[in-house]
């Protein structure tokens, strides 16, 4: 599989990985978002954690997409 995709041109290798890396930020993002809704519902113990799950899913959403555009 690595001489597979050695064998793709490095523009297509970046788009690769970079599609890759959004949908792993959205997975990140849609996780701790049902985390914190889980919490809320009571069906885990609130220790404040849905707040900082909604905090950690809109930082990650935000660096991602910054990340993947080239923003700051």
């Known amino acids: 599989m690595l001489s ?3 064998l ?3 523009d297509v290798q970046l788009a690769l990985s970079r599609e890759a ?3 792993a ?5 849609c996780q701790a978002q ?11 113990m609130d ?4 707040d900082a799950l909604r905090l950690l899913a809109t930082v ?3 660096t991602s997409d910054a ?5 700051a």
């Open 67 to 71: 990340g993947l555009t080239g923003t």
């Open 4 to 6: 597979d995709w050695n």
């Open 8 to 10: 793709l041109s490095e």
């Open 47 to 50: 220790r404040g954690g849905s």
């Open 34 to 44: 049902q985390l914190a809704e889980e919490i809320e519902h009571g069906a885990i």
């Open 60 to 62: 990650v959403l935000i």
């Open 21 to 23: 890396l959004r949908r």
């Open 25 to 29: 930020s959205q997975t990140l993002a």
